[in-house]
C-alpha cells in the first residue's frame, strides 16, 4: 500500500469576530459621545446665586460701561492693556500671591473683562475672582 502525503489544512483567518468587536466599538463611542450646541446655551450676567465668600481680594479692579478701568479707586488714563499691566504690577505682591477682584458693570463688553484677566497675568497674578450680585427675586 502506498500512502501519499499529508496534506496540511489551510490557516484561515475568521473575520467575524473581528467584525463584531468592531462594531461593539463603534457603537459605544456613538453613544458615549456627547455634542454640545453652544449658540444655545443663554447667558444672563453678571448675577450669581451662590453666597460662597470669596475672601479677601487684595487689589481690585473696576471696570465701567464705557470699558474704562480703575484700580483700587484710581482711574487710569486709558484703557491701554500695557498701562493696565503696569499699574497692576506696581501694586501686585511680588511673591505672586495676590489676589484681583474684578468688578464689571453688567453692560460692560466681554472684551473689556478678558483684556483685564490678560493684564492681571502679564502682571504674575494667578488668582483672579469675579464680583457677581445676587440674581433678584
Not at 472684551?111 to 494667578?126: K, L, S
Amino acid at each position: 500500500m502506498k500512502f501519499g502525503p499529508r496534506r496540511r489544512p489551510e490557516a484561515s483567518i475568521e473575520l467575524t469576530p473581528l467584525i463584531d468587536v468592531v462594531f461593539l466599538l463603534l457603537i459605544f463611542f456613538m453613544v458615549s459621545t456627547s455634542f454640545v450646541r453652544e449658540a444655545r446655551i443663554a447667558v444672563d450676567l453678571p448675577e450669581a446665586a451662590d453666597d460662597a465668600p470669596a475672601g479677601e481680594a487684595g487689589l481690585a479692579l473696576s471696570i465701567d460701561a464705557a470699558g474704562g478701568y480703575a484700580v483700587n479707586g484710581h482711574a487710569l488714563a486709558d484703557g491701554e492693556v500695557a498701562t493696565l499691566v503696569g499699574a497692576l504690577r506696581r501694586l501686585a505682591e511680588p511673591d505672586g500671591q495676590s489676589r484681583l477682584l474684578i468688578a464689571a458693570d453688567a453692560s460692560a463688553t466681554h472684551r473689556a473683562v478678558v483684556r483685564a484677566m490678560d493684564a492681571a497675568r502679564r502682571a504674575g497674578i494667578a488668582r483672579i475672582d469675579i464680583a457677581t450680585r445676587e440674581p433678584e427675586r
